[in-house]
DNA sequence: TATTTTTGATTGACTGATCAATCAATAAAA
DNA sequence: TTTTATTGATTGATCAGTCAATCAAAAATA
């Protein structure tokens, strides 16, 4: 049924498809016939639209993450205030499809593609850099920039962390769960910085 | 120079091998032909000895946890106290040679494999436990079990989180900053909590 | 001790399967 | 007619796994 116009729609099919393929297999070694099935297509098409294999599961990380960004910014921009805005990254990290066993397969098989290819991890970094900076941002304005940074870095490797743990799916932790681990992380760690008390700290 | 009792010592160098080329490699899709090579055997002879590609990955996977095992078990042991020992499981998980870039994608990649290998996964599930019980069974001694809980599964997020954003290599994190957060983490959420903690919080 | 037999170690050459990638051909719009 | 979408068939490469053959040490035997 050729009909013109049909490349965006058969590109996002492919990709669509392809992460369902690699989270249901749970490993970047799925084949381009299996990705193409999935989409409804011929192999043959999937090649025609993205050239290669390796350019194909690129743009399905760039899709991906740019989805993600999206969330982000959105969650974002419905907080007020930089402690809700925290929240709202927190929040966003373990949305519900994001924390589902296929979508944690599926990242993890990214991030060890990455070790092997430079744009994959080049994308993964950005992802990375976003969600620290994206915390950094906000804790600057609850506390010393010194501090905020030891925060930020602490609470994206405990976001990162539970998400992976979540992959091996012994003794899995509930959203809620997560959530308030890394909540009741960054509470304790801004207690004693927050308050004007702080201030009469000069540096020692 | 064929001589009788070349089995042990052509196993352990083809699991050396293996985990050298994965670690290189980044990723499970390596050739027997490479390992062979690597270990500087055929690849016949590593057929021979553990009969398939599977078997060899899983029992390199069984080798290195066992060796990872045996580093905590050591440092276990020349700690006294339960902070000491907490201290302790802190350190051997940032231990140089786990810190090194090839040693975390070797991991990595055994990680995403867990994802099809059950066998795999057993294991990497083992060590996951592991490390929670670890730290669980020393919190407990320094504050009530419902926290123990709590700050074990943060603190063992956080110790496989800054594990895995190292596989990143971007602003990549020292040891000492690593163990330093995860030691801040514990000592944070300890202080409330426990008489002896709030005695000995000399230093920031 | 000298000779033969057995056994473990080892490999080169081969096979069968899998898969990414190509291409020529077809069918339907424009 | 030209262009776009689409596929079946095919190719070439890569690899895991097999196997028969070789070689040398060890054990058995004379």
């Known amino acids: 049924m050729p009909k013109v116009g049909m490349e965006p729609v058969r590109r996002k099919a492919l990709v669509d498809a392809a ?6 297999h749970g490993s970047l070694t799925v084949t381009m016939s299996e990705i193409a099935k999935q989409a409804g297509v011929s192999p043959a098409l999937a090649h025609h639209y993205f ?3 390796e350019q194909l599961l690129i743009e399905t990380v760039r899709v991906h993450l740019q989805r993600l960004r999206d969330s982000v910014i959105t969650a974002l921009r419905a907080a007020k205030t930089p402690r809700e805005k925290l929240s ?10 994001q924390f589902a066993p296929e979508t944690i397969a599926a990242w993890l098989a990214f991030y060890a593609e990455a070790q092997r290819s430079e744009e994959t991890r080049r994308f993964l970094v950005i992802y990375a850099r ?3 900076s994206n915390l950094l941002a906000n804790l600057k304005a609850l506390c010393p920039e010194e501090d905020a940074e030891r925060i930020a870095e602490g609470a994206a490797a405990m976001i990162d ?7 091996l799916r012994s003794a899995p932790i509930s959203i809620e769960a997560s959530i308030a681990l890394t909540e009741d992380y ?3 760690l801004l207690a004693p910085l927050s308050r004007e008390a702080a201030v009469q700290r000069t540096e020692t």
């Open 51 to 53: 050239g290669s294999k």
């Open 19 to 24: 992460m369902r393929v690699i989270g249901d």
């Open 130 to 132: 976003r969600l620290r």
């Open 186 to 188: 960054i509470n304790l």
């Open 161 to 167: 962390g539970l998400y992976i743990r979540q992959s």
């Open 88 to 97: 709202a990254v927190i929040r966003v990290s373990f949305q519900a499809d």
